[in-house]
């Protein structure tokens, strides 16, 4: 088994940064157009805690390198992952537990992703991803296939840091020109309030 962990701090209040979450797949993002599809299985809410639970498909496209390919047996030009996540606003966290569906039997991934305020303006963003390959065969083919995915993670992880700093940019303005939009709406309501009281 390999570890890949990472941490970064993103410059916006965890109110941004987890309603943003919801769109990080969106075409805002150009760093996720490996990102085929999110289907939304199932979500609820547990009235005893307050903690909304959500489970999504994500289909991705993602090439592989030929040996892994021929390993494996497949094409592996589309994978998918089962997304969990937990988002807790008593407790300002969201957590995100994925594994993939594609290959399970050869691969185990497991993945978690935490997002938590650091402060007011600021969220920390932890990630920990347990990569197990389950084949059969020499311990060196388990390495480099556990060495592999590894490498990818860190690639993407950088890939990832960028898109969703797109993503949540994207996310402010929206919101602030929306908040303009409806300032401007109630300041012309009361103007009109104002001319019909003074006819």
């Not at 993407?156 to 602030?176: C, H, P, W």
Request: hydrophobic share 40%; charged share 25%; glycine share 4%.
């Amino acid at each position: 088994m390999k570890v890949f962990s990472n941490a970064e701090t993103f410059n916006y209040s965890w109110e941004e940064v987890s309603t943003a979450n919801w769109r990080k797949y969106c075409p805002w993002n150009e760093k996720s157009t490996h990102v085929v599809a999110v289907d939304t299985i199932s979500r609820s809410m547990d009235e005893a805690t307050g903690i909304l639970r959500t489970e999504r498909l994500i289909t991705c496209k993602q090439s592989a390198p030929d040996w892994l390919k021929s390993l494996l047996g497949g094409a592996m030009e589309e994978s998918q992952v089962l997304e969990t996540s937990y988002v807790d606003l008593a407790n300002k966290t969201v957590t995100m537990v994925s594994a993939n569906l594609t290959f399970s039997n050869l691969i185990n991934v497991q993945e978690t992703v935490v997002y938590k305020p650091l402060n007011e303006h600021q969220t920390q963003f932890t990630q920990d991803a347990k990569i197990t390959a389950l084949c059969g065969g020499w311990q060196r083919i388990k390495n480099s296939i556990e060495d592999t995915l590894v490498k990818r993670f860190r690639e993407n992880a950088i890939k990832g840091k960028e898109g969703f700093e797109t993503v949540l940019a994207m996310s402010r303005r929206v919101f602030a020109e929306e908040r303009e939009r409806e300032k401007m709406s109630l300041i012309r309501d009361q103007a009109s309030n104002i001319r019909m009281a003074a006819a």
